[in-house]
């Protein structure tokens, strides 16, 4: 296993803890970025083209806790990087705690978009309105939930959210290529916990399948779970759940815990209700075969407004207590 | 113009001048990102979609000098954010001298590729060695030129390399809309000067024929040139250069202090021959119309191996400091 980037002799510590504080600097170590998975295809002749990797950018914060966030996007990092008002994003609040963080572009995806697979896409008009509900904004374009975690008044903000889109690949090959170059890294940087947003979740649920260094999945709205052959919810396999796989694989998931965190105004969006019924379907399974997975459901403990992104909302310092809670209880938060 | 990402107030310096050197944590006072520029399409029902924005990723110091500086790739950031062998990039590099650091996705490119244009992409063997030569990495694959500035027994660097790069598109339309969307970022944060790698010199060139925001140019081995109508090299407008702008706008380059950085090992390679000989009519043509240009040959400096990305190089550090003497020298580095 190659690790050179992350094999950075620990840093002592210049910087006094309290500096992690919201208002004083954030003590990075070392940051920068790497690839990692891919192929090299060759032609004829033997050329060739190193294609099919992912990008891994990094930040190591000055007194580093054990455990590593792994913050896999399934739109763009800008919602990790700000919260919607532009406020600092959990890629930065959780430097502050002492995290090492990762943000993931899997392969074909953005700054990883040097595949080893044809690619085409086209703008298509009625993205904006679809992003707007399917985030529940609200349910209908600029018809804002009451309540809503979300600037609504700040026209800024709603052209940034709009925009916090790039092309992702919602196919069966595209997801287990990601999944794949993602447990690569998994081991290379010798574990670390998956965070994800919406269709990231079942890309980390397969890469635990197939890597040891998962150390735990907090996912935000995940749309897609894997079961069991022979489990889980009736129809076929798709590109956001479900997915089977073998017995072998599944009991993988067994080992770390898991917590799927679920935002406001479900019950009158026919499509992530049914969503969450399949994450409770998962859970049970789960937890009856001796795992540890939980469902957070954010107006249950006194959180209400959340978007699809509760970790990009107003809120999200609320949101990122709870991350700490669930980090604490498992003792991933060890230094 | 809006500016509310970078209407931080500024941060008492928490953390002394002497924790940036080398070693010592980096001081981070707000990190993020923003989308900027771009259209929205329409269909006929009135849905939209918004599109063709740049993504600017953003890193204020602590303690931060006046200028800031916009880093340009022409194939990945990564070549910003490391060197051949993993040390810390020029952002970090800058960033501890003090610099805001902005990394560059143009429109259609990496984490900006939501464009409002169809784009499409297919892998081809020979990319890699293509990307050797032209990098002027040696003479033929893995044929390496003696001294070179690169790690030639790391396997690890090189695969990291060849791994240094997505889809660019380099068509007239293209450079235009990278340029103007480069031109309302370097309106939006009140000036920067662009530090630009490759094809990203002739897309800041363009960029600061249309914005006054622009101060000043540091280009690594920039391939193509502006001239006025009737002046320059014989033959058409083309992506890498000759592009022809009105008086007008070539006007605008002569209030700007440029700098054309060029490595090693250019005499045997005919392409780059011939771009270096653009470059210094270009320069020769600016500085008699009373422009501030000039072309630093690193080897005539005592800096020798360096390819197509000195920047990314071995001797990285030396690189810096040269570009150092530039900011110092024309007043660009103060507090």
Redesign the interface.
Known sequence: M?R??LAVAA?AC??PLA?QDD?????????????VG?R????D?G?????G?G?V?YQI??YPRDNKLFFWHSS???VW??NWE?D??F??LFLRRGYTTFLW?GPGV????????????????????QNFTSWRLGPDWLDWFDGIQFPTDNA?AI??A??????EFDTMDAIRIEAEAAAEAFDQVDGAIAVTSSAGGLRALLAATQSDNVRAIIAYENPGYLFPEGEGPDGPDTPFGPLHVSEEEFARLLAIPMQFVWGDNIEGHAIWRSKLEECRQFVDLVNARGGKAEILLLPEVGLTGNTHMPFADLNHRDVARLMDDFLARHGLDSR
């Not at 050329?47 to 294609?51: E, G, L, R, V």
């Not at 709009?162 to 092309?167: G, K, L, P, Q, S």
Request: aromatic share 10%.
């Open positions: 190659i050179p980037l840093l210049a910087v500096a208002g004083a600097p954030i003590a990075i170590g070392k940051q920068g970025s790497f690839a891919g090299i295809v060759v032609n002749e050329a060739t083209q190193s294609c990797h990008y950018e914060p000055a763009s990092p800008f990087q700000n532009g600092e994003g890629q930065s572009d953005g700054r990883a978009n040097w595949g080893c697979e044809e690619q085409s896409y086209s703008p298509s008009a009625g993205r904006d309105q800024f052209n940034q709009m925009r916090a889109r790039y092309n």
